[in-house]
């Protein structure tokens, strides 16, 4: 009896595999610091193995994958006609650029105790408005996406690793563009605004938006803000202008991407063509 159903389960699933690959079209690399973008018709649910997914009209969903992930993944996505299909997504291994610092002043420099203080709450701040990312199945971004500057110079992206006297940082988890100070901001797509702050220790004066599905975009540094949360805004629109605010060295405009808290990078979304 458990081998009988063993081979209907199996036959099921290579027959639902068949017409899966005619079903779903996949927008996107599917590797690691990557997001996608999936579109089919008449899907009820999907889920990437144990996170539900929001879905579009029935028909747009995206997922993504944090820089350093790695492993098999498998998306289950159900129609209307019943039909399950499932995919087993084998992630890639990816490399980074690794940029060695050697600093002797920065070698014994603490955090006074006070400014830890500022860190926290500013840190609390930016979970708490994440916590309201993707609590739409609208697809605000079926608008296609764009570089939020025009103009510039690449000077940081994403994934770098930066060695300081030996000692592994942070990883660098934008594109950093510099413009000179005061260029227009665009939003890469259209969005809803989520969060928008008053000089931050690290970040400065920031804004994220919320594309929908858990998507969303964060633009670093600015010497303005001119959206207010809670505010639509459509691809294009401007929304700030480039600065050096927070901790950073000069002009430049620091821009993130992230499914949810997964950062992914921005150059990849850029060749995402999907309409
Ligand atoms: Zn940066």
């Not at 539900?52 to 995206?62: E, G, T, Y």
């Not at 990816?94 to 006070?114: A, G, L, M």
């Not at 570089?147 to 690793?161: D, E, L, N, Y």
């Amino acid at each position: 009896m458990t081998k009988i159903k063993y081979i209907t389960f199996s036959l099921i699933i290579i027959i639902y595999s068949f017409s899966y690959a005619q079903e779903i079209e996949f927008y996107g690399n599917l590797a690691p610091g990557n997001v996608i973008i999936a579109e089919g018709n008449n899907i009820q649910w999907a889920w990437i193995d144990s996170t539900q997914l929001r879905v579009d009209s029935k028909k747009l969903f995206a997922f993504g994958f944090d820089a350093k992930e790695t492993g098999s993944k498998i998306l289950k996505v159900k129609h209307d006609k019943g039909l399950v299909s499932l995919k087993k997504i084998n992630l890639p291994s990816r490399e980074y650029k690794v940029q060695k610092i050697n600093n002797k002043k920065q070698q014994f420099s603490t955090t006074p105790d006070s400014l830890m203080t500022r860190i926290k709450r500013e840190r609390e701040v930016a979970i708490n408005a994440m916590k309201k990312i993707g609590k739409v199945d609208t697809a605000y971004y079926k608008t296609g996406f764009m570089i939020p500057i025009k103009g510039g110079v690449i000077t940081g992206v994403f994934g770098s690793q930066r060695i300081l006297n030996g000692v592994p940082k942070n990883m660098h988890n934008g594109l950093d563009i510099a413009v000179p100070r005061g260029t227009p901001v665009y939003a890469m797509t259209d969005g809803v605004v989520n969060l928008t702050t008053d000089n931050f220790y690290y970040a400065g004066n920031y804004i994220v938006l919320d594309h929908g599905q858990g998507l969303n975009s964060l633009y670093l540094h600015l010497s303005q803000i001119l959206v207010k949360e809670g505010q639509h805004v459509k691809k294009g629109e401007i929304i700030g202008k480039v600065g050096t605010t927070g901790r950073s060295t000069g002009p430049h405009l620091h821009w993130g991407v992230q499914w949810y808290s997964k950062r992914v990078d921005p150059a990849e979304l850029l060749k995402i063509k999907y309409n």
